[in-house]
């Protein structure tokens, strides 16, 4: 990669990449140049580097590359030594842990910063130090920022790139300012409270117990105090401007958290500590990459599903995901402390449960599907202190747009690229027409969703253009607010979770045949809602059991909402062998034990009335028409096209791959029932197309690949053990 590489400075960082370049054969010379005689001696007798020097200028005459590894309050005496020395094709880049002083040290040095000068920040280390510290996998697994400027040459930013890269970093890119903002809260705030937090505690009279009894939180918080001193004495200097801020920022939360302990103030209290422990859970989450909000490309995750199998035993599928939306939206809404259980800790389910923890609202949880919410009733969300995100939940942002189109603050909306996909004018025409002021984005009215506060609304009368559980659910939630009665006509039967809920919160809700009225003025009242299995969840093992041979399974406490049986309505249609058990009414909600026995399926034409009612059961029901003898044939099945994925489309393309005979058309898909082959298939990032394909291998006659199948958490975390548990040979592979 590089002919001549040459350091200035082979501390931890230095000499670390230099054993990189040399383990990996990326240099074919490497030397460096140091303040100390004996770091260059004892780096030549480990084979680190060619060649040493005591005058930057003399290391750097030839090279290729030049990195700057000296402490940062360094960088513009270095820079004037080696300025004549430094070819005009010579890539410059620097390690430090700040970006602005080093850019603008450059500038003062060469006049202009060079264009082949690749700022970057390794964010990687331990408390050691020195040449001997180094270690060739320091890198490995973290991420480096690059900050290259507009006029910073693109090769030069790429060559960079490549060698922290086959180092085993993450590289990312951001601007100077950006950088040095974001460390400042992140590392060097930190570091300046752990050194601060330790000289007071020693300057005691007592600090030998204080040392002595110290328990595991404080080494851990305090562990980076034992850092090089001179290195962090530079960097508060380089980045005084951004500590500073960042200090201001943390000792206005400090003064909060003290007022509110002052006064004996339990919510307050609680609140603080509850969102602390949610973001802190939350970041881990995220920087692993299973959390709902994701700021860089998750790894693909594949699904390897072997041929045969069966599903035996009893199975609880995780809580239904539409009804753990509501509970916290409702209970947010409400007045006093509502507890739920069976919550669904999904990563959709969490977004709407992180969007209220940003308005304002304490919660509790959750912990093992228990969550606690204290109400702050119709009118005590407040302002989001950035936009909300909804990751890849359409429910959330559907259903927040009528709820903060009635809010006195200004809000935006935004979600991971699927969602960005999605329609959502669909909501905002109706809320418009009941005085909110609603901007989505593009031709086609999709994410970020901006939304003005401050707007009276007031009732409309709606009919419905299309059945949409979510559509009517803003709606009727817009209601809440709404001056006069709001009332909406369906054009056909859509789940009824909001409805039933309002009523469970003492709200009063009307339903005359397809029509709903909720009149605004009221108010919420804190309940216990205990949360069904989901039966979109419990979908994929019904139809995994009616078609693998000897299969025989117990879908334990499974939601049968009425408007949600359509999957049993056509399995059963199709000769399916189920049976409820246990049917009893819990919080409002109908459930029941479902037995499934394999069963000989048949093809049929779908009933249309059935195709509301099971309108996120159809990729899997595609599944159990490819295992059916004859031909099965979906019409009036539109909306299937503006999900996650166009679920039409892409389920036919992955029926067609294993060998079946799919044919799509606008509003739904024909298909032969015959053998499934073996091949590869892609979800699209759809969750449900994922699950779906995998219960096709029962039937199959070689293995399953199926591709992009990380979000299979947004609705249905713990798929992959469950199905293994119940006898599906399925393994999750990482690329």
């Known amino acids: 990669m590089f002919a001549r590489v040459a350091f200035i400075g082979l501390g931890l960082i230095g000499s670390s990449l230099a054993r990189v370049l040399r383990a990996e054969k990326l240099a074919d010379t490497i030397v460096a140049s140091s303040r100390s005689d004996r770091t260059l001696k004892t780096a030549q007798d480990i084979g680190l580097i060619d060649a040493g020097y005591a005058d930057a200028a003399d290391a750097v005459q030839g090279a290729d590359l030049v990195v700057l590894a000296m402490p940062v309050c360094a960088t513009e005496s270095v820079l004037h030594s080696i300025r004549e020395a430094v070819g005009p094709d010579t890539i410059l880049t620097d390690v430090g842990s700040t970006k602005g002083n080093v850019v603008e040290a450059a500038a003062r040095v060469f006049g202009e910063v060079p264009i082949h ?10 408390e050691q130090s020195g040449v001997l510290a180094g ?77 002595r009894y110290a328990a595991g939180g404080f080494r851990d918080f305090t562990r980076i105090a034992g850092s090089d001193p001179l290195m962090w004495h530079d960097i508060f200097f380089a980045n005084e401007r951004g500590i500073l801020a960042a200090l201001d920022g943390f000792t206005q939360g400090v003064e909060r958290l ?9 919510e307050a209290v609680l609140g603080i500590l509850t969102r602390a422990q949610a973001a802190r859970h939350h970041f881990t989450h995220m920087l692993a990459g299973t959390a709902y909000a994701k700021t860089m490309n998750p790894k693909n995750l594949q699904f390897l599903v072997e041929a045969g199998g069966s599903l035996k035993g009893q199975v609880r599928v995780p809580g239904d995901k539409s009804i753990s939306h509501r509970s916290i939206m409702l209970g947010s809404l409400a007045e006093g402390v509502t507890e739920v259980t069976g919550f669904l800790e999904g990563e959709d389910a969490l977004a709407t449960l992180q ?51 009635a809010q006195k603050f200004d809000t935006v909306m935004t979600g991971d690229p699927s969602l960005s996909k999605r329609p959502m004018e669909r909501i905002a025409k109706p809320l418009r027409t009941m005085g909110a002021v609603i901007q989505t984005t593009g031709e086609k009215g999709t994410p970020p969703v901006s939304i003005k506060g401050g707007q009276a609304l007031k009732g409309i009368v709606y009919d419905m253009p299309v059945a949409s559980a979510q ?17 909406i006509t369906e054009p056909a039967p859509t789940r009824d979770h909001s409805e039933r809920m309002l009523r469970g919160f003492g709200y009063d809700v009307k339903t005359e045949g397809s029509t709903i009225r909720i009149r605004g003025g009221g108010k919420l009242t804190a309940t216990n809602i205990d949360v069904p299995a989901d039966i979109s969840s419990a979908a994929f093992f019904m139809v995994g059991a009616s078609i693998a041979p000897g299969a025989d399974i117990v879908l334990e406490h499974v939601g049968i909402n009425p408007t949600r049986v359509g999957i049993l309505n056509i399995l059963r249609d199709m000769g399916g062998d189920l049976t409820l058990m246990n049917e009893r009414i819990v919080g409002g909600e109908p459930v029941a034990d479902i037995r499934v026995r394999h069963a000989k399926l048949k093809g049929i ?12 059961e159809f990729p899997s029901l595609f599944i159990a028409a490819a295992c059916a003898e004859g031909t099965t044939v979906l019409t009036g099945a539109e909306e299937l096209r503006v999900k996650e994925s166009d679920r039409i489309q892409v389920m036919a393309d992955g029926l067609i791959a294993l060998g079946v005979k799919a044919t799509p058309t606008p509003d739904g898909m024909i298909i032969e029932g015959g053998p499934i082959g073996g091949g590869s298939v892609v979800s699209h990032g759809d969750h449900r197309i994922a699950m779906s394909f995998a219960m096709a291998a029962l039937r199959a006659t070689g ?33």
């Not at 009118?379 to 747009?401: D, F, Q, V, W």
């Not at 713990?718 to 999750?732: C, K, M, P």
Request: hydrophobic share 45%; net charge negative.
């Open 355 to 405: 969007a209220f923890r940003d308005m304002g609202v304490v919660i509790e949880g959750p912990k093992n599907g228990e969550v606690r919410i204290h109400g702050v009733g119709l009118h005590g969300l407040k302002c989001p202190p950035n936009a909300i995100y909804c990751g890849n939940s359409g429910t959330s942002m559907r259903l927040l747009s009528g709820i903060l189109a």
């Open 117 to 126: 000068f690749v700022p970057g920040h390794p964010i990687a280390g331990s």
């Open 703 to 735: 293995t399953i690949e199926i591709n992009d199948c990380a979000n299979v958490a947004t609705s249905f975390p713990g798929f992959v053990e469950l199905a293994r548990g119940a006898g599906l040979n399925i393994r999750v592979v990482e690329n």
């Open 605 to 616: 034409k779908i009933n249309e009335a059935d195709v509301p009612l099971a309108i996120d």
């Open 471 to 487: 559509v009517k659910s803003g709606v009727l939630l817009a209601g809440l607010w709404a001056e006069g009665e709001t009332v």
């Open 135 to 211: 270690k060739a996998d320091l890198f490995q697994r973290h991420k480096v920022i690059l900050t290259p400027l507009p006029h910073t040459a693109a090769e030069s930013t790429a060559r960079v790139r490549r060698m922290w890269e086959a180092a085993g970093a993450e590289v990312l890119e951001m601007t100077v300012e950006r950088h040095d903002e974001v460390l400042a809260k992140t590392s060097h705030l930190p570091h300046f409270l752990a050194f601060s937090l330790v000289d007071a505690l020693a300057r005691e009279s007592q600090n030998l117990d204080i040392f």
């Open 258 to 266: 003290r007022a509110a302990v002052v006064a004996h103030d339990s």
